[in-house]
């Protein structure tokens, strides 16, 4: 099994195949169909050459519009762009929104404090399964991952942690990867996204801010992922149901994506 911290092309920040795990069956997940990674708005002309080269034929991004118009991204050539806004209904959790926030340490404070930015993840996450918008959005990635023309794919948010690490564990525990390493390769991405948050972290305390506040903004942690998959239990009763039920992603869409992704056993 390769490393899920090891990235392909290590100047761009979190940018992993997603194959390479067993599934249960004694398969294992085919790589150089998905990549999951950062957006892609800071690559290099050659940065999105090489993600071309890697056979990159769709991205799937899944920011917001706010997002998108702060840091629209830099299209491998030849790539087709599709938008699944997973937080659509509720742009006030983007990303986008925490600019302003974190330029005022004392306002931070209020907003994060107390365990508040903790709560935060553990509330999105949820929502990541249940908010229609969510639900529009990853049917639309799984869809498109299923034909052979949405892929090979390279999905992403803003920092490849969130949103695109539910995307990913969801994908891999409906190919019947088991958990252990589906948590793995979710929890690759804390230090992976470290050094690109790290300014931002910096440029936080210089102005009299606790970067402990900031730690469950730009880290991740197993009780987030948790909180999801509690959600799906408890409104779907498995990871397969919630495709089936909460995304209308039937056992023929399920299996057509278990034939191309899965190879062996």
């Excluded at 993600?51 to 899944?62: E, M």
């Excluded at 088991?178 to 050094?195: I, R, T």
């Amino acid at each position: 099994m390769p490393d899920p911290g090891t990235a392909i092309l290590p100047d761009i920040p979190n940018l992993r195949d997603v194959g390479g795990v067993p599934t249960r069956s004694g398969g294992r997940v085919r790589t150089g169909l998905l990549y999951r990674s950062v957006d892609l708005s800071r690559i290099t002309d050659a940065q999105a050459a090489a993600l071309a080269a890697l056979g990159v034929r769709v991205v799937y991004d899944l920011r917001t519009d706010d997002e998108r118009a702060i840091a629209p991204d830099r299209m491998p050539p030849g790539a087709d762009l599709v938008v699944a806004d997973v937080m659509a209904d509720d742009t006030g959790a983007s990303p986008a929104a925490f600019g302003p926030i974190l330029a005022d340490p004392a306002h931070a404070e209020r907003v994060l404090g107390g365990g508040r930015s903790a709560r935060f993840f553990l509330e999105r996450y949820p929502a990541f399964v249940t908010m229609p918008s969510a639900r529009t959005a990853y049917r639309r990635l799984y869809h498109g991952l299923a034909r052979p023309d949405g892929r090979p794919g390279l999905v992403h948010c803003t920092t490849g942690k969130d949103r695109t690490g539910w995307a990913v564990a969801a994908l891999l525990l409906v190919l019947d990867v088991p958990e252990e390493p589906v948590l793995e390769d979710y929890l690759a991405s804390g230090p992976a996204v470290a050094p690109l948050m790290a300014p931002a972290v910096e440029e936080f305390r210089a102005r009299g801010g606790d970067p402990a506040l900031l730690e469950p903004l730009v880290g991740v942690d197993p009780a987030y992922l948790a909180a999801a998959l509690e959600a799906v239990r408890e409104g779907y009763g498995s990871v397969r149901g919630w495709f089936a039920d909460g995304l209308g992603i039937d056992a023929a869409g399920i299996d057509a994506l278990r034939t191309a992704f899965v190879e062996g056993g």
